[in-house]
C-alpha cells in the first residue's frame, strides 16, 4: 500500500509540474474515476441492470472528464455529443456480437478453478459482458473526441473565415494522425492485459486456432475490436459535430 501512495504522489507532482492546473484535475478526475468504477462493482453486486449501468457509468465518466477538466465550451459540448452517439452505436454492436459469438460467463479453462463456488449468484453474464466490453472503450473514444473537437477550434480561432467544408476536413486529416497512435496504445493496452493469458492457453498445448476459438481469449479480442471500431468512427462524428456547431455559432 506505501508504494501505491508513493507512485500516486510521483504521478500527482509530475502532472501538476508539467500540466500545471488541468494537471492536476486530471490527477483528481483519475481517482474518481476509480470511485466511480468500485461504486459500480457494488451496484453490480445489489443486481443492478449491467447494461443500463454500462450506459449510464460510461456517460457519466464521460461527462465528468470532459466538462471538470476542459470547463463548459463549445469543444467539450462537441465531444459529449459525439461520443454519446458513437457509445449508443457500440452498445448495438457489443449487444449483436457478444450473443451472437456467445462469448459470456466462464470458460472450460476457469471450471477448474471455480468448481469449488456455487454459480448461482444471480447475474446475467452476457450483460456482464456487454458491460465490460463497452467501459473498456471508453477512454479511447474519449481522448479521440476532445483531441479532434480541440483542433478544429483551434484552427477555427485562426481562420475565423473557414467553411464547413474546411473545418470539417481539418478535422479528418488530424483525425487520421490520432487513429495510428490511439490503435496502437489500444492494441499494447489489451496485449499487455491477456499477454499472461496467452502464456496460459500455450502451456496447455493450444494451437493457434484453438487459441482464437477459446472463450476466455475471443471476449479480449472482441473488446479490442470494438474499442479500435469506436475510436475510428468517433473521427468523422467528432469533426463533422464539431464543425456543424461553430459554424451555427456564427
Excluded at 75 to 96: E, R, Y
Excluded at 160 to 167: R, V
Aim: glycine share 6%; charged share 10%.
Amino acid at each position: 500500500m506505501t508504494t501505491f501512495w508513493a507512485l500516486s504522489f510521483i504521478l500527482f507532482l509530475l502532472m501538476l509540474l508539467i500540466g500545471g492546473k488541468r494537471g492536476a484535475k486530471s490527477f483528481f478526475a483519475l481517482y474518481v474515476n476509480i470511485l466511480i468504477l468500485i461504486i459500480t462493482v457494488f451496484l453490480l453486486y445489489f443486481k443492478v441492470d449491467p447494461i443500463l449501468l454500462a450506459l449510464i457509468v460510461s456517460i457519466l465518466i464521460s461527462a465528468f472528464n470532459l466538462y471538470f477538466i476542459n470547463g463548459i465550451h463549445l469543444k467539450t459540448n462537441a465531444s459529449f455529443l459525439s461520443i454519446s452517439l458513437v457509445m449508443c452505436l457500440l452498445f448495438l454492436l457489443t449487444l449483436l456480437f457478444t450473443m451472437h459469438l456467445g462469448l459470456q460467463g466462464f470458460s472450460e479453462e476457469e471450471w477448474e478453478e471455480i468448481g469449488v463456488y456455487s454459480l448461482h449468484i444471480g447475474i446475467n453474464f452476457y450483460q456482464i459482458a456487454v458491460f465490460t466490453t463497452i467501459i473498456a472503450a471508453v477512454g479511447a473514444i474519449l481522448d479521440t473526441t476532445i483531441s479532434v473537437a480541440s483542433s478544429i477550434y483551434e484552427y477555427y480561432t485562426h481562420f475565423k473565415e473557414a467553411t464547413f467544408k474546411e473545418l470539417y476536413a481539418n478535422g479528418l486529416a488530424v483525425g487520421k494522425g490520432i487513429l495510428s497512435a490511439t490503435s496502437t496504445t489500444l492494441f499494447f493496452a489489451y496485449l499487455g492485459s491477456y499477454l499472461t493469458l496467452i502464456i496460459w492457453l500455450i502451456t496447455l498445448n493450444y494451437s493457434l486456432l484453438d487459441t482464437l476459438n477459446s472463450k476466455v481469449f475471443g471476449l479480449e479480442i472482441i473488446a479490442t475490436l470494438i474499442g479500435g471500431i469506436g475510436v475510428i468512427v468517433a473521427v468523422p462524428v467528432t469533426a463533422y459535430i464539431t464543425s456543424y456547431l461553430i459554424k451555427k455559432q456564427r
